[in-house]
Antibody, heavy 123, light 106 residues
């Protein structure tokens, strides 16, 4: 069965960086784009971007351009999301989510989600 | 593209029929999905392409709409349906979500 398992909670100081991992299993890792979505406490969902695990290509939301980097390691079926220059309003749960369509030609939904990683930014 | 859900919150009883609306700020064809989220959990995909039920989702859930106006309906509420529901547009980047509709027990 498809599983996305994320790394554990992090506490960071303002200005620091955080790198969250998402390990995939149960499907062909390189066959499906992976998205990152965050949710601030008590708030809604915000899309951050995607990575193509096959090519390493990325597409970031403008809100995060210059601060986010998504990478992958195909040898261990893991994607990473690194967010730099952290601010207090980056405190949120960060989820990886698999694109439902193989090959990334068209995105119809996010069919599997990681359990979420709480990142707390506090001085 | 902005998505506006209505209502923002809703109280209903087990067995009720409930409809949540999602309106897009511009046409998005049928590139709309619905998710259910319970506290402390990841969102769960319910419906994609506006009206296609995700595998394993109970048939009491249904979706409709195209263009800019969409709905999700729960035909007969069950205790496990009390949660927050989000719509999502995937027609163009950035992918966006509605603000959520909190469905509470009356």
């Amino acid at each position: 069965q498809v599983q996305l398992v994320q790394s554990g909670a992090e506490v960071k100081k303002p200005g620091a960086s955080v790198k969250v991992s998402c390990k995939a299993s149960g499907y062909t890792f390189t066959g499906y784009y992976m998205h990152w979505v965050r949710q601030a406490p008590g708030q809604g969902l915000e899309w951050m971007g995607w990575i193509n695990p096959n090519s390493g290509g990325t597409n970031y939301a403008q809100n995060f351009q210059g601060r986010v980097t998504m990478t992958r390691d195909t040898s261990i079926s893991t994607v990473y999301m690194e967010l730099s220059r952290l601010r207090s309003d980056d405190t949120a749960v960060y989820h990886c989510a698999r694109d439902s369509e193989a090959g990334g030609k068209s995105t119809l939904s996010f069919d599997y989600w990681g359990q979420g990683t709480l990142v707390t930014v506090s001085s | 593209i902005q998505l506006t859900q209505s209502p923002s919150s809703l109280s209903a009883s087990v067995g009720d029929r409930v409809t949540i609306t999602c309106r897009a700020s511009q046409g998005i064809s049928s590139y709309l999905a619905w998710y259910q989220q319970k506290p402390g959990k990841a969102p769960k995909l319910l419906i994609y392409a506006a009206s296609t039920l995700q595998s394993g989702v109970p048939s009491r859930f249904s979706g409709s709409g195209s263009g800019a106006d969409f709905t999700v309906t729960i035909s007969s509420l069950q205790p496990e349906d009390f949660a927050t529901y989000y719509c999502q547009q995937l027609n163009s980047y950035p992918i966006t979500f509605g603000q959520g509709t909190r469905l509470e027990i009356k």
